[in-house]
């Protein structure tokens, strides 16, 4: 018995120091819809008790209170930055100390409401309608032109050419209309639509693969719990 215990936190001292894997995310925003589902730690779908439950749970609309508004957002400091190789076209340019992006401090709004249709003396009904506006994916990257133009000049422009990527968004802006309804005490049904407003641009000035892109669009999904 003991022996097994010894052997078993070996293992697990032996699984805490072996270091794990590391990806860089780019645009994707990991975090989930809401402070308090954040503060949870994502633990949230089984309570659901809020507007932001049309993320988590869209069944969950239908068994708290019975109107309901929600404001909320996030604020988003971001300071990326890299340091571009030698052999890529800005290292060959002699461009090779650190860039850091200069995107401005966002604001991104997260806005729902949900009701049962209980109105004054009126007892909530067994449905739930909500509606959710909130950032899924994706944000913006942009870099201040000065730091990353070459001592070449742009016979087009006049001016010293750019040599890498100026500035990237992917955005997916959705709204989420959710009907719900409470079958039993424990037992909920839902589900809604989720349209995204899509936009998307990249200005890359590289010389390999120089390309100035941009397009928006609308799509629409589903969501049922």
Do not use: C
Request: charged share 10%; hydrophobic share 40%; aromatic share 8%.
């Amino acid at each position: 018995m003991r022996r097994a215990i010894v052997l078993s936190a070996a293992s697990l001292f032996v699984s805490a120091i072996v270091p794990g894997h590391a990806h860089g995310a780019g645009l994707s925003r990991p975090n989930v819809v809401g402070a308090r589902a954040i503060g949870m730690g994502g633990a949230f779908t089984a309570i659901a008790d809020d507007p932001t439950a049309v993320w988590h749970n869209p069944a969950g609309t239908a068994l708290y209170g019975d109107n309901a508004f929600y404001l909320g957002g996030e604020f988003i400091i971001a300071q990326r930055s890299y340091t571009p190789d030698a052999s890529s076209p800005l290292g060959q340019a002699g461009i090779t100390n650190k860039l850091t992006e200069n995107t401005s401090p966002t604001f991104i709004p997260v806005i729902g409401a949900s009701t049962r249709f209980g109105f004054g003396k009126s007892a909530p009904t067994r449905f739930a309608f909500s509606i959710l506006a909130y950032d899924a994916y994706g944000g913006s990257i942009s870099y201040n032109p000065s730091q990353i133009s070459s001592t070449m000049i742009d016979p087009n422009t006049g001016k010293p050419k750019i040599l890498g990527l100026s500035s990237t968004e992917i955005l997916d802006y959705e709204v989420t209309p959710t009907l719900a309804y409470q079958v039993t005490d424990v037992l909920t049904l839902g589900a809604g639509l989720r349209i995204g407003i899509n936009d998307f641009s990249v200005n890359d000035t590289e010389s390999s693969q120089a390309a100035k892109l941009s397009g928006s669009g609308v799509g629409i999904g589903g969501i049922f719990g």
